[in-house]
């Protein structure tokens, strides 16, 4: 077992943060998948690396143009990391059981994934919260979101395209995906079965399908949504949330 402790933020300290096991990491990061490959091997992602992360409940993905983060929800933190997987810098959000992140416009955008009965600062109502942030973890802005199953919002995965936040719910047939327009908070919800993590390269959004019979799958969306099943990509993990950096996801 190997501890860590973060020296960057006071919430953090002192806390012994014990090194994952095989299974722990499996849930959010078991492989980084080659996005450049030839039309011949279009499904073939033998291209794999493993990080291995310090704490034990990784739960969200994102990339800030230079390092990779990832949530903690067990530790309500955000996490920088270097390639080798150290911390290098760590953000408390307190009481926030946050799952799905991304950086836009030198902001953090994350789920709170859990109702917000304790939040003074919004209506006591069974709602899950997207919440804007600075890069130093301070409170900028909220967008509430009604979950089907207040008791059990599983609120996810979360992306930025085009100005507008894409994310997912996983609530068994209930759920969405959904797209909030962040200049008017406008919302869109699709039905969607199973969704988890999500992110955006090239214009496309990528999404993991649970709808799947022991197994996950990577599965780019076209412009309505739709899943495009030739391009699925089967993974053997049991994954949470994607990120896009380096021509990998």
């Not at 902001?107 to 304790?118: A, G, K, L, Q, S």
């Not at 890069?135 to 802005?141: A, H, I, P, S, T």
């Not at 100005?163 to 997912?168: A, D, E, F, R, V």
Request: aromatic fraction near 12%; include cysteine; glycine fraction near 4%.
């Amino acid at each position: 077992t190997q501890s860590r402790t973060s020296k960057t933020n006071p919430n953090c300290k002192n806390m012994i943060i014990k090194k994952c096991n095989l299974l722990a990491l499996i849930i959010l990061f078991s492989l980084i998948i080659s996005c450049e490959k030839s039309d011949e091997k279009d499904n073939d992602y033998d291209n794999e690396s493993v990080i291995d992360l310090p704490t034990d409940s990784p739960r969200g993905l994102a990339y800030d143009g230079n390092y990779l983060w990832y949530s903690d929800d067990s530790l309500d933190c955000l996490y920088k990391i270097s390639e080798k997987g150290d911390i290098l810098k760590t953000i408390s959000l307190s009481n926030s059981d946050i799952t799905g992140f991304e950086f836009y416009n030198n902001h953090i955008w994350c789920i709170n994934d859990t109702t917000v009965f304790y939040d003074t600062t919004i209506s006591h109502y069974p709602f899950s919260c997207i919440y804007e942030l600075s890069m130093e973890g301070d409170k900028l802005d909220s967008v509430l979101i009604a979950s089907v199953n207040p008791q059990k919002p599983e609120f996810l995965g979360l992306t930025v395209f085009n100005s507008n936040l894409y994310g997912t719910t996983n609530q068994g047939y209930s759920s969405h995906i959904y797209k909030i327009d962040l200049n008017s908070k406008e919302k869109l919800f699709l039905q969607y079965q199973y969704p988890s993590g999500l992110t955006v390269h090239n214009d496309t959004i990528y999404v993991i399908d649970k709808s799947q019979a022991n197994m996950d799958r990577i599965v780019p969306l076209d412009n309505d949504y739709n899943l495009i099943e030739i391009k699925a990509i089967e993974i053997n993990f049991q994954a949470t949330d994607l990120a896009y950096f380096n021509n990998h996801i």
